[in-house]
Each structure stands twice: as C-alpha cells, then as structure tokens.
C-alpha cells in the first residue's frame, strides 16, 4: 500500500480536473499487467523519466517495461506549464560554486544545456508534433532591483537584454521592470510531447502497462520483484521514475528523501489580436518572472495564454477552489487589460524538491541494481528526458557519453521524515518576504 505524505486528494482526480492538455489529444490505452512477466529492466512511472529511461533501454536491445499507476498522461508530465528549457536545480550558479566548486558545477549547468537539445533531437527524430514555440526563454524583472539585477547578468554574459522602456515594442507590455532573454528552450505541449515519445519507445520494444501501481517492491537473489493488482513483474534491474507522485515505501530508500510541492495552471480562452495589443503582450516568448516564488506563463500557438505559480501548502477540496482563485487574482493583477478574459481551464500537479536542491539521477547506494530519476524542482520536460537517458547508460553499466555531474548523485534526507512538510510554509514565507 502506497504511504505519501499529502492527503488521498492530491494524488485523485480533484486537482488534475479541468487540465487544457487533455482536450489536445486523446491518451493511448495500454494493457493492465495480468500475471508474471520477466524483464531486462522493469521502470516504475509513466511520464517523461520512465517514458525517456524505456526508450533508450528499448533502442540498446534490452527488455523494458513501465508500469504506470493511472493512465498515460495523468501526471506532472501530462499536467505541467510545457517549458523546455535550462533548469532543474534550485540552488543558483554562485551558491553552486561555492558550495561544489566550478568544475562541477561547470558539468552540471552544461548538463541542462543538453538536456534541451535531447528534447529537441527527439522531437525531430521521432517526427512528434509537439506544437513547439519561443525562441530561447525570457525572465522578467518584477521589481526595479531585479531589473539592474538583470541588466548586469546580460552585461556579465552578453545576454540579450531590454530595458523596461523598450519591452512593448517587443511585445512583453506588462508593468514589468526589464526582460533577460536565454536563446536555450522552447515551449511545447507536454501531452504531445510525452505520447510521442512514448509511441517510439512502443515501436522499439518496450512495453507500457497502465492502472498498474506497484502494490510492493522486493529484492531476492534473482532480481527483483514487483506485485501489481493483478500482476507480478520480475527484473533484474529496477528504476524509480515517480518524481512528486512518489511513495515513502515504495521502495524504503525512498522515505524522506524528496519533498512534493504543488503547482497549480490557468488557460484563457483564445485573446484575440485586438486584445492582445490592448496589453502590449504579444510576444510568443516562454516567461517566468524574478519573483522566488515565481509566476511563469505564455502565448501559446492558438492564441490562448498560459499562467502557473506555485501552488498551495494544504491539498482538499477547499483549498483547491482556493489557490485557483489566487492564481486568477496574480493573473489580473499582472495583465489588467486581460481581466475580462474568461479562464477555460485550471488544474494543479505536483513538482518534486530535493535537500539539496538538485537533481538526483543514478545509482541507489547500496541497492545493487535499483536506480532512480526524480526531483527536479518544477523542471521536468528537458531533465527528465535526460535523466531518462542518463539512466539507459547507468543500467547498462556504461559511461554517459553526455555530461553527468557528481552533483545530481545524491539524495539525502530531509529533517522530520514524513511530517517534513512542516518545514514549508516558513520557507514559503521567507521567500514571499524576499519577493
């Protein structure tokens, strides 16, 4: 039985009701597991993490099968903003020197950079039509500070910066105090994204069982095993690819060693030409602002627009309604001119902190043949494709051929074990008085 430390509702249908993904495409149906199988490598999630490791296992010749707990699609990677781009880490480039040295955090930052361009090798290999867009991702500054903040990073970096006098004549008119544009990243659909990459790994080999949750996990002399419902899956190597939508027990190690926060996502209708003018929005730019707990939002290809922020502390009914509200009320207030434009859709997810605020992909220790991709601090469409590749080399026994930095190689725990959620809304508040 799954032990997780958010109440039953977080993890039902409540939050992910009203997800604009859905209405794009239709999911794929995959088979339940019924009775025993036996496999190279058995993965444990569905989403880009699990989707990315079996793709990779399948094309290098082995045997490989996902087990997803729900339906493809039915978490973060088929309910997240759709931004491809560098991130992963919470921990900043300076902090990450100081603490880890520049060597390392030289390979870890050069890490992100690849992981856009796996996505887009991906895309571009398999033919998925991911309705892609935004050249490079924009950060917007939210204060005057962040602005001189972000005009030296450009001057430092040689970035493309604009000046808050110039952002409307660049389509980003929204009260905002300077624009930093990285030409690394693109937006996408996720749901396309994910079906698409899971389609190629299908055509190579792997197979995806869905309503398939891992009852209980064990390891004996032959491998390990995994009971479903109605199944048994046996496998001499095990990943771990449920980021957020993790158990405590499932496997043990796991217990205390990643922190779920929710997100939460509003789509507009259509804003029409007139309307976007009438903003000074009509940039086709992947943004995010300079806020710690940050808005991020886009233009997308139909003219509808994207707006996310972090979700709430407390997960029911009641505050569901509630942080839904919220977010409108952060959308009004940074576009004013859109107030009167209807939200369609809204819907909430969980993404995935780590203690160290990086990454972890590799190797459990002290586990022989038992692996794991997961937290990547609201990141997930680019590092969890890579950590999907990453981890078909580590299975393997082989040397990454793309960077893997020592950083992403441990996973400590969290202080408090399974009450640690209490040590969120001090840090939320700190970072709301920064802000």
Not at 67 to 78: F, Q, V, Y
Not at 195 to 205: D, E, K, S, T
Not at 238 to 257: C, D, K, Q
Request: proline share 6%; hydrophobic share 40%.
């Amino acid at each position: 039985m799954m032990r997780r430390i958010f109440s039953d509702y977080a993890y039902g249908p409540g939050p992910r009701h009203g997800c604009w993904w859905d209405e794009t495409c239709p999911a794929p149906v995959w088979p339940e597991l019924d009775g025993t199988q036996h496999v190279d490598v058995a993965v444990i999630g569905g989403g880009f993490t699990g989707t990315s490791t079996a793709l990779h296992l399948a094309e290098a010749g082995l045997e490989v099968a996902v087990l997803e707990a729900e339906t493809p699609g039915w978490g973060a990677s088929g309910r997240n903003g759709g931004f491809c781009c560098l991130g992963g880490a919470k921990l900043g480039a300076a902090t990450m020197a100081r603490l880890h040295g520049s060597r390392e955090t030289q390979t870890y930052h050069a890490g992100e950079e690849e992981a856009v361009h796996l996505v887009q090798r991906l895309i571009a290999r398999h033919g998925i039509d991911a309705d892609t867009h935004s050249h490079g991702e924009t950060v917007m500054a939210h204060s005057a500070k962040s602005g001189k903040a972000l005009q030296a990073e450009a001057e430092a970096s040689g970035g493309d910066f604009v000046a808050r006098q110039d952002l409307a004549a660049q389509g980003l008119g929204s009260g905002f105090h300077g624009a930093l544009t990285t030409p690394v990243g693109f937006a996408l659909n996720p749901r396309k994204y994910l079906f698409g990459l899971g389609r190629a790994a299908q055509a190579a080999g792997a197979r995806f069982y869905q309503n398939s949750p891992a009852a209980d996990i064990t390891q004996d002399a032959s491998g390990w095993q995994i009971k479903t419902p109605q199944g048994h899956l046996r496998a001499a190597r095990l990943v771990i690819a449920t980021n957020g939508y993790s158990s405590e027990n499932l496997p043990r190690w796991l217990a205390g060693r990643y922190m779920p926060a929710q997100s939460t996502v509003m789509v507009t209708r259509a804003i029409s030409a007139e309307e976007q003018a009438a903003q000074g929005w009509t940039s086709a730019q992947m943004a995010y602002d300079t806020r710690h707990m940050l808005h991020y939002f886009r233009l997308m290809p139909d003219g509808r627009f994207l707006f996310g922020m972090r979700g709430g502390l407390i997960s029911s009914p009641r505050s569901e309604e509630k942080i839904r509200a919220l977010l409108r009320r952060h959308f009004d207030g940074l576009f004013p001119a859109w107030s009167h434009i209807e939200t369609t859709h809204s819907w909430s997810g969980m993404v995935c902190l780590s203690r160290t605020l990086m990454p972890f992909v590799g190797a459990v220790p002290d586990h022989p043949g038992l692996f794991a991709g997961l937290c990547y601090h609201g990141n997930g469409v680019a590092m969890g494709s890579y950590a999907g590749y990453l981890l078909a080399d580590l299975v393997r026994n082989k040397t990454p051929d793309v960077p893997y930095s020592k950083l992403m190689q441990r996973l400590p725990r969290f202080p408090l074990g399974r009450a640690r959620r209490l040590l969120m809304p001090p840090a939320y508040a700190v970072l709301g008085l920064m802000d």
